[in-house]
């Protein structure tokens, strides 16, 4: 008989937004009149941009013609895409970042789990908590932790607690670690970092030997001018960290899948022997070897985002969520509760009232006001009483939600 990857059983029972989707599900079932509004999952809900759908109908059409036909593309991605996003999301911004040093991809998640192909399993990781479970997941995936204990931690990883009493910002660790996930604006707590505490990161980075892997999906909704949008506007950030980042939440391209990484060429790791290797060398080969490229019809897509008419587009999409987040902080407000994030941010985190647990929450919302929001203990132990909500819905439907929740907690 073939024997199975044991280190998929020390995972939970079930991943947080399956086990979301399992409750709702039986609710819907139970209650087949009601009209549930699902501020959960961080999934979009207003149409692609007009100039990236009209760009993608022009690539349908190129690839009707033998002469404009595309068959496999560059695993690395379109270097005409690449070259645009180094100059509008990098170069404008001071960083400098070569088109050769970022990757196209389907999807910054796939990325963020991926990426641990390539680093040994001897690695001390940190990781924040509360935390993106995808961070930890695909450790437990790949055997670089052992079980999980009855807080929910999994031996092998450094825990960063984030909580209100320190502004939900992560503490530099006392001790050495290789590998760090950090993510800003983040998820899940709203929270942003100033340029001063990234390069503290980069500065223990740098002295440690550490890699800082840097989650920028959300980086699209700051709009203080004072904060960083990429790692790399941090001096000697290209010594020590990996970006990610995503068309999901600033096009819409969740059901589309977009998204890239930059690896710097100057970025070095260490193999058994002592010797130092090129990460982007690595990276490059498993993106060869294991990925096929984005297709063109959506990098198509992806490249319109840079243009006038794009960049217009965009910019209106991410306002109408951030409006939608000032609405759910100012209204979960008055009902009482105490609310952080939503500002530079798409997420509204909330302390649970009453002393209740994150999924008691989940439950009370969910049958009380017919409204899903994610638990915070979903993302880690210190996440408990704690609870998400997402501003990533139509105007209706959060004005909805919310007069719900008013009714019930105000």
């Not at 995972?11 to 079932?29: D, M, S, T």
């Not at 970042?97 to 990757?103: G, H, L, N, P, V």
């Not at 009453?354 to 993302?379: E, I, M, Q, R």
Request: charged share 20%; with cysteine.
């Amino acid at each position: 008989m073939a024997t199975i990857n044991d280190n998929y059983l020390k995972l939970k029972a079930g991943y947080l937004f399956p086990e979301i989707a399992r409750r709702v599900n039986a609710f819907v079932e139970a209650n087949p009149e009601a009209q549930v509004i699902r501020l959960g999952i961080g999934d979009v809900t207003e149409p692609l941009p007009a100039a990236c759908r009209e760009a993608m109908i022009k690539a349908v059409e190129d690839m009707g013609d033998r002469d404009s036909f595309k068959g496999y593309g560059p695993e690395q991605g379109y270097a005409w895409l690449r070259e645009k996003i180094a100059v509008h999301d990098f170069q404008s911004r001071g960083c400098d970042i070569d088109a050769s040093e970022i990757f196209i991809s389907d999807g910054s998640k796939c990325d963020c789990g991926n990426i641990l192909d390539i680093f040994g399993n001897d690695n001390v990781i940190a990781v924040t908590d509360p935390v993106y479970p995808v961070y930890v997941d695909t450790n437990v995936m790949a055997g670089h932790t052992g079980d999980i204990n009855d807080k929910g931690e999994y031996d092998g990883l450094v825990y960063l607690p984030v909580t209100a009493e320190n502004n939900f910002i992560a503490e530099i660790p006392s001790q050495k670690v290789d590998l760090i996930y950090l993510c800003f604006p983040n998820n899940p707590t709203g929270a942003t970092a100033t340029k001063e505490h990234l390069q503290a990161w980069v500065d223990y980075a740098r002295a440690n030997g550490s890699i800082i892997f840097f989650d920028a999906a959300y980086e699209a909704f700051i709009t203080d001018p004072n904060l960083p949008h990429s790692i790399y506007e941090i001096e000697g950030a290209k010594e020590c960290a990996i970006e990610f980042r995503s068309f999901s939440k600033n096009a819409g391209f969740t059901g589309t899948r977009c998204a890239l990484t930059v690896v710097p060429k100057n970025l070095i790791g260490k193999a058994k022997d002592g010797s130092q290797v090129e990460i982007w060398k690595l990276w490059n080969r498993r993106q060869s070897t294991k990925f096929n490229g984005v297709s063109y019809i959506v990098q198509r897509g992806a490249e319109a985002v840079y243009s006038e008419q794009g960049q217009a587009q965009i910019k209106e999409l991410v306002a109408f969520y951030l409006e939608n987040a000032t609405i759910i902080r100012t209204k979960l407000s008055e009902a009482g509760l105490d609310v952080y994030g939503g500002v530079n941010a798409p997420y509204v985190w909330v302390k649970t009232p009453s002393g209740l647990t994150s999924w008691d929450f989940f439950d009370k919302l969910l049958h009380a006001c017919n409204v899903v929001g994610t638990p915070g203990s979903g993302f880690g132990a210190a996440g408990e009483g704690y609870f998400r909500i997402s501003a990533f819905n139509s105007r209706d439907n959060v004005n909805e939600a919310m007069t719900r929740i008013l009714s019930k907690f105000k």
